[in-house]
């Protein structure tokens, strides 16, 4: 973990200063994916939630919950500073590491290139990969209604992510790499966890845990 930011302009010098380290390339499978959520009790109060499942049958195999207080003020495009502290620990309390992160926020669909999956990524070193339920940055048009059908995020001409429809019909996820990862096998992935509902079944258990303090 670096020295935690005690401004705005110290947090956006540190993102600017990893984003080099994060990577595009890595392993198209995986064994274990960890879904990671926070959830929040108050304005800076919060629990985090990490639930690991199985990648082939997504049974559950492992979690852990942290609760704790946002580590930094909220400021768009710099909120991993206030839940990554905490998620952190929660992983460390893993029995082992995953092989993949699902994070529940943005990886490379960020003004900076470097939210939340980003950094998570490269502190830890392990494949990760966005899931917002919300779009952040870039242009796009809305994907086909069909289950994989997806369209391309735009932010400056480059392209940070995709729009990616996981159930017929329902609204899209938009997806985003972490690091260690390229955005075609994330996308694979995140069908791959969402075989019935829209978000992937390791964000949507974490989230549950993070709520309530059980996966079921």
Same mark, same amino acid.
């Given at each position: ?31 274990? $994916? ?12 919060? +629990?985090?939630? $990490? ?23 909220? $400021? ?18 893993? +029995? ?31 494949? +990760? ?21 997806? +369209? ?22 938009? $997806? ?41």
């Amino acid at each position: 973990m670096h020295p935690w930011p005690k401004t705005a302009a110290e947090a956006e010098e540190i993102q600017r200063r990893l984003r080099p380290r994060v990577s595009f390339t890595g392993p198209d499978r995986f064994g274990t $994916v960890a879904g990671l959520d926070v959830h929040y009790r108050g304005d800076d109060e919060l +629990s985090a939630a $990490v639930v690991v499942l199985d990648a082939r049958s997504l049974q559950v195999v492992d979690q852990a919950l942290v609760h704790g207080e946002a580590a930094f003020p909220y $400021v768009p495009g710099l909120f991993a500073f206030r839940e990554i502290p905490a998620l952190v620990q929660a992983l460390e309390r893993l +029995s082992k590491a995953p092989e993949l992160l699902v994070c529940d926020g943005h990886g490379l669909a960020h003004p900076r290139r470097f939210g939340l999956a980003c950094h998570l990524g490269v502190l830890t070193g392990l494949p +990760s990969v966005g899931v917002g339920k919300t779009p952040f940055v870039g242009e796009f048009d809305d994907p086909a209604p069909a289950r994989g059908s997806w +369209s391309p995020i735009v932010l400056d001409g480059e392209v940070v992510g995709r729009v990616l429809r996981t159930q017929p019909t329902v609204r899209p996820v938009f $997806v985003s790499p972490g690091h260690r990862i390229s955005l075609e096998t994330a996308c694979e992935q995140v069908l791959r966890c969402a075989p019935r509902y829209r978000l992937p079944e390791p964000i949507r258990l974490a989230d549950h845990l993070a709520r309530y303090g059980t996966v079921s």
